[in-house]
Structures are given as C-alpha cells and as structure tokens.
C-alpha cells in the first residue's frame, strides 16, 4: 500500500509561481498513475491535473491548462505540479492521489491519496 505526503503549499502572490511535491512510499511508484486534486472551503474536490503511469500522458483540468504543469520523477518516487500564474480562485487544499491504472483522467477512480497542502493565493 502506498503512501503519499503532499509538500510545498503555501502563500504565493497572483501572478507568481508554486511548486508542489508529493512523495509516494511503501509501493512501487511505477505500478501508479497519479493525480492532483483540490478543495477549497464550501466546495467539492475537484479534478487539477493528471499524469500516466509511464508519465507519458498529461490530463489538465480546462480552468488550470496553460498554467499548471504535472510531472513525475521515477527515481525520486516523487510527483509535481507546478502552478505559474496562479490566481486567487486557486486558493485550496491541494491532494495528490494514486491510482494502480495506465491512466490518470477525472473519470478514473483512487486508490489512494495524501493528506493535503494548503495554497492560498493572494491577490
């Protein structure tokens, strides 16, 4: 069973840049497609970006595409996304997920996921 610990939330100004690390241990890092999710207060989660398993494949949500870049690091166990030119309606707990598939798209159900990073966006 995997474990995933979210990183490098915060405060950032609008217009500004975020990254954000999630670190997936106690499974085999490559068996998983992985996820960004996020919730602000009095909302539903929702769907951020996505990447494949083989990290070959990216899925972004419409309102964070051209903004928001998803990557993987396989030796490092690790997942990112990093936020340029965020803006204040970004401002949410941030969750990363794991799921044992090929794809990670909003459709797909998790298996797994983090605790949260707090992003707060100041405008």
């Known amino acids: 069973q995997v474990q995933l610990v979210e990183s490098g939330g915060g405060l950032v100004q609008a217009g500004g840049s975020l990254r954000l690390s999630c670190a997936a241990t106690?499974?085999?890092?490559?068996?998983?497609?992985m996820g960004w999710f996020r919730q602000a207060p009095g909302t539903e989660r929702e769907y951020v970006a996505g990447i494949s398993r083989s990290g070959s494949s990216e899925y972004y949500a419409d309102s964070v595409k051209g903004r928001f870049t998803i990557s993987r690091d396989t030796a490092k166990e690790t997942v990112y996304l990093q936020m340029n030119n965020p803006n204040p309606e970004d401002t949410a707990v941030y969750y990363c997920?794991?799921?044992?598939?090929?794809?990670?798209?909003?459709?797909?159900?998790?298996?797994?996921w983090g605790q949260g990073s707090q992003v707060t966006v100041s405008s």
């Open positions: 997920a794991a799921r044992v598939g090929v794809k990670a798209t909003p459709e797909n159900e998790y298996d797994y």
């Open positions: 106690g499974g085999t890092f490559s068996n998983y497609a």
